[in-house]
Antibody, heavy 129, light 110 residues
Framework: EVQLVQSGAEVKKPGESLKISCKGSGYSFTTYWIGWVRQTPGKGLEWMGTIYPDDSDIRYSPSFQGQVTISADKSINTAYLQWSGLKASDTAMYFC??????????????????????WGQGTMVSVSS | QSALTQPASVSGSLGQSITISCTGSRSDVGRYNLVSWYQQHPGKAPKLMIYEGSRRPSGVSDRFSGSKSGNTASLTISGLQAEDEADYYCCSYAGSKTWLFGGGTQLTVL
């Protein structure tokens, strides 16, 4: 079964650091882009950034550039999202999601990402003093 | 980059059809044929319903269909069923491996 399994809920204080994870299984983890998506309580989805695990090529949303760091460890099929100094406004549910390559098109050696087909179960991050 | 624009809510009766719009710009929806739609039930992860504007992943009911005209994409659900009540989000590729989501639409089935 193709799946993404995320790390558990976190409760943190402002200023603390945090790294959450997303482990893929059932497919070739290194050859699909993985995205991170934020959902604030009662609000919509926001794309944060996307990484290609094979070579760690990363693209960030301008809204999140400099606010978070996305990384991956292809040896253990895991992508990460981390903060160095959490704020109360970071309180949200965070999803990782796989980008399929339905078109079969490539840019260089990397597949062109297309939508988000497999989603993790989400990691709730709560930041409060 | 601004979020794509969706109506906050739509409603329809059992068995009827509804359409949800998603308006972007010439730089995203209008430029690329990479609009996708997601269904999200409360407390659950989003589920891919439509990709590349009008294609359905395996297992998604053919009651769901997508289309695009200019800078606006649309999701149509025909033969509304109670289990269709959920939030729906559109998403578009915006170039250089970046993506934009819409604000979401809450569907109520009457």
């Amino acid at each position: 079964e193709v799946q993404l399994v995320q790390s558990g809920a976190e409760v943190k204080k402002p200023g603390e650091s945090l790294k959450i994870s997303c482990k893929g299984s059932g497919y070739s983890f290194t050859t699909y882009w993985i995205g991170w998506v934020r959902q604030t309580p009662g609000k919509g989805l926001e794309w944060m950034g996307t990484i290609y695990p094979d070579d760690s090529d990363i693209r960030y949303s301008p809204s999140f550039q400099g606010q978070v760091t996305i990384s991956a460890d292809k040896s253990i099929n895991t992508a990460y999202l981390q903060w160095s100094g959490l704020k109360a406004s970071d309180t949200a549910m965070y999803f990782c999601a796989r980008h399929p390559n339905y078109s079969g098109a490539y840019s260089g050696s990397r597949p062109d990402p297309d939508a988000f087909d497999i989603w993790g179960q989400g990691t709730m991050v709560s930041v409060s003093s | 980059q601004s979020a794509l624009t969706q109506p906050a809510s739509v409603s329809g009766s059992l068995g009827q059809s509804i359409t949800i719009s998603c308006t972007g710009s010439r730089s995203d929806v209008g430029r690329y044929n990479l609009v996708s739609w997601y269904q999200q039930h409360p407390g659950k992860a989003p589920k891919l319903m439509i990709y590349e504007g009008s294609r359905r992943p395996s297992g998604v009911s053919d009651r769901f269909s997508g289309s695009k005209s200019g800078n606006t994409a649309s999701l149509t659900i025909s033969g509304l069923q109670a289990e269709d009540e959920a939030d729906y989000y559109c998403c578009s590729y915006a170039g250089s491996k970046t993506w934009l989501f819409g604000g979401g639409t809450q569907l109520t089935v009457l």
